[in-house]
C-alpha cells in the first residue's frame, strides 16, 4: 500500500530523509517544523504542504516521521492538541535519540489514539540519510514494522529489528555511550601527543595500526588536528546521549565512570558556548593552548 508520508522536525536528518524519501518515489506530502521558514523553504523544494501545526500533520499522512531533539520536545508532540488529534490509523516512526521510557510514554498514547509507534534508532549522519545508508534500530510492534520494512529499506542500507518499545533506544544508547568515550579518549590521546611533541600523523597512523584504532579515528582525528568541527553530531546531543547511557547504568545499578567523564566534557562544551559545534572539539579542551587562544 502506497503511504502518504510526512515529516516532524526539519533539522539536518529530518531534511535529508525527507528528500531521499521524495528521490526514491515515495509520496512525502507534508513536513512541518518548529521553524516556519524552514518547513517552508523544503516543502517548495519537495512540492510538498508545510503543516502550520503538528494536527495538520497527521490530518494530511497515514505515515509521519518525527525526528526532535530530545525528551521534552518528543513529549510535546505527542501531547496536547497535537500530533495524536484524530490519528486513528497512523503509523509514527520515531528517529530521534531519547530516553526508553519516553519512546515507551509515547507507544501507550499512540495505542490510546488508535495508532502505532515505532522507534527507528539511527547509528548514521547527515550523508548517509540523504544517501540511503543509515543504520537503523527498530523496536516496538514487529507486525507494523514488516509492513513498512521495504520503505524503511530505502533509507537504510541496514535494518535491524531490535524487540519490543524501548529496547532500540537502549541499544542506541549504549551505541552513542561507547562512541562518546571514544572520542573524548582519542582528543586526550592526540592532545597529549600534541603536548609531547610527537607528529600526529604518524601517531594516528599507528593508531590505526594497533589496539587503538576505532572508527572514530577514521571520522574525527582528522577534524581534530585541522580544528574543523563543522557538525556533523554535535557536543550537545553527545552530553544528551551520554546523559541517556548514565541515567540508564544508574536505574540498572552499574558504575560508568568512563562515560560519567565524557558527559562532563561535553558539558564542559555547552559551559564553553561550543555546544552547537561538532563532537570532534572535545579536543580543544585536550590540546594545549587551544582554550587560551579562543
Do not use: W
Request: a negative charge.
Amino acid at each position: 500500500m502506497a503511504r502518504k508520508i510526512g515529516m516532524v522536525g526539519l533539522g539536518r536528518m529530518g531534511a535529508n530523509m525527507a528528500r531521499r524519501m521524495r528521490d526514491c518515489g515515495h509520496e512525502v506530502v507534508v513536513v512541518h517544523d518548529l521553524r516556519k521558514e524552514v518547513a517552508e523553504e523544503l516543502a517548495a523544494e519537495l512540492a510538498c504542504d508545510a503543516a502550520p501545526d503538528l494536527a495538520a500533520v497527521t490530518a494530511a499522512a497515514d505515515l509521519v516521521f518525527t525526528v526532535v531533539t530530545d525528551d521534552d520536545a518528543m513529549r510535546g508532540i505527542f501531547t496536547g492538541d497535537a500530533l495524536l488529534k484524530d490519528a486513528d490509523g497512523t503509523v509514527f516512526v520515531n528517529c530521534a535519540t531519547v530516553s526508553p521510557a519516553v519512546h515507551e510514554e509515547v507507544a501507550g498514547l499512540c495505542e490510546a489514539a488508535g495508532a502505532t509507534s515505532l522507534e527507528a534508532c539511527m547509528a548514521s549522519s547527515i550523508p548517509q540519510a540523504r544517501d540511503g545508508t543509515l543504520y537503523l534500530m527498530i523496536g516496538g510492534d514487529e507486525s507494523a514494522f514488516r509492513e513498512i520494512e521495504g520503505l524503511l529499506g530505502d533509507l537504510s542500507k541496514s535494518l535491524r529489528y531490535v524487540g519490543e518499545t524501548g529496547r532500540a533506544a537502549q541499544v542506541k544508547a549504549l551505541v552513542n555511550m561507547v562512541m562518546n568515550i571514544n572520542t573524548a579518549a582519542l582528543a586526550e590521546g592526540l592532545g597529549l601527543g600534541k603536548a609531547l611533541g610527537l607528529d600526529l600523523e604518524l601517531l594516528c597512523e599507528v593508531f590505526s595500526q594497533t589496539g587503538a584504532n576505532s572508527r572514530v579515528l577514521e571520522t574525527d582525528a582528522e577534524d581534530m588536528l585541522a580544528r574543523d568541527h563543522d557538525c556533523y553530531f554535535s557536543a550537545a546531543h553527545a552530553a544528551k546521549d551520554s546523559g541517556i547511557a548514565n541515567g540508564l547504568a544508574v536505574g540498572a545499578g552499574v558504575d560508568v565512570p568512563l562515560s560519567k567523564a565524557t558527559e562532563v566534557q561535553y558539558r564542559r562544551l555547552i559551559d564553553l558556548g561550543r555546544g552547537e559545534l561538532d563532537k570532534s572539539a572535545v579536543a580543544e579542551l585536550t590540546f594545549p593552548g587551544r582554550l587560551d587562544d579562543a
